[in-house]
């Protein structure tokens, strides 16, 4: 028995980043026999309360990084904000870094994936990297009022994004302006809703694409996923979806792609952001896939064979449950559960603050208006309001 113990080995997958994603990743990796490695910022953040081996250090150290990856089989993410040049430095000595800085770069920098994917045919808003408040102007000017100004690099959740509806307020954007950050300005897309679609590749180039989700957004955050997408025709969503892969190829993403689409009256879509590592527009596969995005980016970055990506039941509903007037969550799931024994909640570890992303509800079933009120009811429950 000893000696058949010793001479097998786990997989040793590195996540740097300890929020809520790297925790769900974690528990993906339970049922798989991978073992989870971290790097967090702090020793009580989302995934260190969960995950057994973690190191705690600072994701922009060279030393601290490299040291880290040593004991890994793979390195991925549980965000993009770790350095591209020292990743470049980790695949030279040898290491797997997935998704690779050179796919990256593109999740990281909203100016090279502008123009990456403009000309590799990819529907894009008109862009432009402007240098000044009198580019911005000019751009305004050129393409009509009003525009969208964007941070290059750094911006979530609505940060580090202007709607500039005059050319009086072309210079908000550049105030307080970080080193290397540039502003690219964007043509307004006067869109109906907005999509997710997301793609998981491994490195030997199998793919699998997600059912396409209506995201709904409200002050930047995502609120709610509703899986399917409503209304969607058939072919609308295989676009889509052959977007979502097309990217992933055109760039040579491993891991999970997410691509977050704008779509217009006329039924079209253009790219808004991308991010390649699990997505909150993901978070329905947890319970409503046949494999959820956790598992299958764990899959792809260690080139095991995709999983079945398709829906379990007609209508999923994801619903954010932001920081609100409730502190103790536990406690209150027995009134959610109570009501819906189909309901299905994650908790992500964290102290309530307004606004912030502590946990999400998952519900299901054959009708869609019946789903999205269970959802919203539990979710809004958890953020104090009964009446929800």
Same mark, same amino acid.
């Given at each position: 028995m000893s000696e058949r113990a010793s001479s097998t080995r786990s997989f040793?997958?590195?996540?740097?980043?300890?929020?809520?994603?790297?925790?769900?990743?974690?528990?993906a990796s339970v049922g798989l026999g991978i073992r989870v490695r971290l790097l967090a910022e702090g020793p009580d953040v989302s995934a260190a309360q969960v995950v057994g081996d973690v190191t705690v250090g600072d994701y922009t150290d060279p030393e601290t990084v490299r040291n880290f990856a040593a004991g890994c089989d793979v390195i991925t993410f549980d965000h993009e904000h770790v350095p591209t040049g020292l990743l470049r430095e980790l695949e030279a000595a040898g290491v797997q870094v997935r998704p690779g800085p050179a796919a990256?770069?593109?999740?990281?920098?909203?100016?090279?994936?502008?123009?990456?994917?403009?000309?590799?045919?990819?529907?894009?808003?008109?862009?432009? &990297? !402007?240098?000044?408040?009198? $580019?911005?102007?000019?751009?305004?000017?050129? +393409?009509?009022?009003?525009?969208?100004?964007? %941070? /290059?690099?750094?911006?979530?959740?609505?940060?580090?994004?202007?709607?500039?509806?005059?050319?009086?307020?072309?210079?908000i954007p550049f105030e307080n302006l970080g080193d290397g950050i540039q502003i690219v300005a964007e043509e307004y897309v006067a869109f109906t809703r907005e999509l997710s679609a997301l793609a998981v590749r491994s490195p030997s180039g199998q793919a699998v694409a997600y059912p396409i989700s209506e995201s709904v957004q409200r002050d930047g955050i995502c609120v709610?996923?509703?899986?399917?997408?409503?209304?969607?025709?058939?072919?609308?969503?295989?676009?889509?979806?052959?977007?979502?892969?097309?990217?992933?190829?055109?760039?040579?993403?491993?891991?999970?792609?997410?691509?977050?689409?704008?779509?217009?009256?006329?039924?079209? &879509? !253009?790219?808004?952001?991308? $991010?390649?590592?699990?997505?909150?527009?993901? +978070?329905?596969?947890?319970?409503?896939?046949? %494999? /959820?995005?956790?598992?299958?980016?764990?899959?792809?970055?260690?080139?095991?064979?995709?999983?079945?990506?398709?829906t379990r039941s007609p209508w999923t509903v994801m619903t954010n449950v932001l920081g609100g007037t409730v502190e103790d969550l536990?406690?209150?799931?027995?009134?959610?559960?109570?009501?819906?024994?189909?309901?299905?909640?994650?908790?992500?570890?964290?102290?309530?603050?307004?606004?912030?992303?502590?946990?999400?509800?998952?519900?299901?079933?054959?009708?869609?208006?019946d789903v999205r009120k269970r959802s919203r009811h539990a979710a809004g429950y958890l953020m104090g309001d009964p009446d929800a």
């Open positions: 040793v997958v590195g996540i740097i980043g300890g929020g809520q994603l790297a925790r769900m990743m974690h528990a990256l770069i593109h999740a990281q920098d909203k100016a090279i994936m502008r123009e990456r994917l403009t000309a590799a045919g990819i529907p894009c808003p008109i862009n432009r &990297v !402007v240098a000044d408040p009198a $580019a911005l102007q000019a751009f305004g000017d050129e +393409h009509g009022w009003p525009v969208i100004a964007k %941070t /290059s690099r750094g911006g979530y959740d609505g940060k580090g994004v202007w709607k500039i509806d005059t050319a009086a307020e072309v210079g709610e996923t509703v899986t399917p997408a409503p209304g969607l025709t058939e072919q609308q969503a295989i676009d889509c979806q052959r977007l979502a892969l097309t990217v992933a190829a055109e760039l040579e993403v491993v891991g999970l792609l997410a691509v977050e689409l704008m779509q217009r009256d006329d039924g079209s &879509v !253009v790219v808004n952001e991308l $991010a390649m590592r699990p997505h909150n527009t993901g +978070h329905w596969t947890i319970d409503g896939s046949h %494999t /959820s995005q956790f598992e299958n980016h764990l899959r792809a970055v260690l080139d095991l064979p995709l999983g079945d990506p398709t536990p406690s209150a799931l027995l009134h959610c559960f109570a009501r819906d024994r189909r309901l299905r909640v994650q908790l992500y570890g964290k102290d309530v603050k307004p606004g912030r992303k502590v946990g999400h509800v998952t519900t299901y079933g054959d009708d869609l208006a």
